[in-house]
T-cell receptor, first 110, second 116 residues
Framework: GQNIDQPTEMTATEGAIVQINCTYQTSGFNGLFWYQQHAGEAPTFLSYNVLDGLEEKGRFSSFLSRSKGYSYLLLKELQMKDSASYLCAAVPSGTYKYIFGTGTRLKVLA | DVKVTQSSRYLVKRTGEKVFLECVQDMDHENMFWYRQDPGLGLRLIYFSYDVKMKEKGDIPEGYSVSREKKERFSLILESASTNQTSMYLC???????????????FGPGTRLTVL
C-alpha cells in the first residue's frame, strides 16, 4: 500500500532548531513535497525534493533519502510565526496525485 | 503570484441540500484538485481534473461529483449533503510541465462546510 508517516505534534522553543521527520511508502516515487499550513489557512509550498540530499532555503531545509523512504524538514532559528502544521506529501510514479501525511503540528514556545 | 480562490470561506447547509463549491485559478493551470481535510485524517483527494471536461476519481469520490467546463474553474458538487460531509474543502491547481507529478500544487483558502 501507499503510506506516509509523520509525528502528530512537536514542541520547540523560539530560536531553537527542530527536525520534522517523514517516512513514506509509495509505488514508485516522483518526489516529496513539504507544505506549511497555519490554522484555518491554505497549505503553502515550502520545498520539493526528488534527488537524495539536502535542499536549503533560508531558515528551512529539506532532506531526502530515497533508499530509506525518508525525508525531514529542518527549521532553524525558530520564530513564533513558525507555529503551524507541516504536511509531508509524496508523489507515486506516473500520477499527479499526492499522498499526504496527516501533518505535524508544531508549537513554538517563547 | 498564483492565485486560487474559492467561492466561500464558510458555508452552512442542511441535510439533503445540493451544494456547489466553486474554485477559480488565474494561472492557466491544467490540473485542478479537490480535497477534504479532517482532523487526524489529513488531506484526502476527492476528484481531480487534468483538462477541461476531463476528471478522475480520487480516493474518496462517493457522494461527490465535479464539473470543469472552463480551464480556470473547477466545481465540486454535493448532490445531497449529509452530516458526514462536514469538513474543510480545499481546492488546488498545478501546471503540467516536465515529468508527471513534479509540479507544485497551489491551494485556495478553503471552504469550511457545516451540514446540519
Amino acid at each position: 500500500g501507499q503510506n506516509i508517516d509523520q509525528p502528530t505534534e512537536m514542541t520547540a522553543t523560539e530560536g531553537a532548531i527542530v527536525q520534522i521527520n517523514c517516512t513514506y511508502q509509495t509505488s514508485g516515487f516522483n518526489g516529496l513535497f513539504w507544505y506549511q499550513q497555519h490554522a484555518g489557512e491554505a497549505p503553502t509550498f515550502l520545498s520539493y525534493n526528488v534527488l537524495d540530499g539536502l535542499e536549503e532555503k533560508g531558515r528551512f531545509s529539506s532532506f531526502l533519502s530515497r533508499s530509506k523512504g525518508y525525508s525531514y524538514l529542518l527549521l532553524k532559528e525558530l520564530q513564533m510565526k513558525d507555529s503551524a502544521s507541516y504536511l509531508c506529501a509524496a508523489v507515486p510514479s506516473g500520477t499527479y496525485k499526492y499522498i499526504f501525511g496527516t501533518g505535524t503540528r508544531l508549537k513554538v514556545l517563547a | 503570484d498564483v492565485k486560487v480562490t474559492q467561492s466561500s470561506r464558510y458555508l452552512v447547509k442542511r441535510t439533503g441540500e445540493k451544494v456547489f463549491l466553486e474554485c477559480v485559478q488565474d494561472m492557466d493551470h491544467e490540473n485542478m484538485f479537490w480535497y477534504r481535510q479532517d482532523p487526524g485524517l489529513g488531506l484526502r483527494l476527492i476528484y481531480f481534473s487534468y483538462d477541461v471536461k476531463m476528471k478522475e476519481k480520487g480516493d474518496i469520490p462517493e457522494g461527490y461529483s465535479v464539473s470543469r467546463e472552463k480551464k480556470e474553474r473547477f466545481s465540486l458538487i454535493l448532490e445531497s449533503a449529509s452530516t458526514n460531509q462536514t469538513s474543510m474543502y480545499l481546492c488546488a491547481s498545478s501546471v503540467i510541465s516536465g515529468s508527471v507529478g513534479t509540479d507544485t500544487q497551489y491551494f485556495g483558502p478553503g471552504t469550511r462546510l457545516t451540514v446540519l
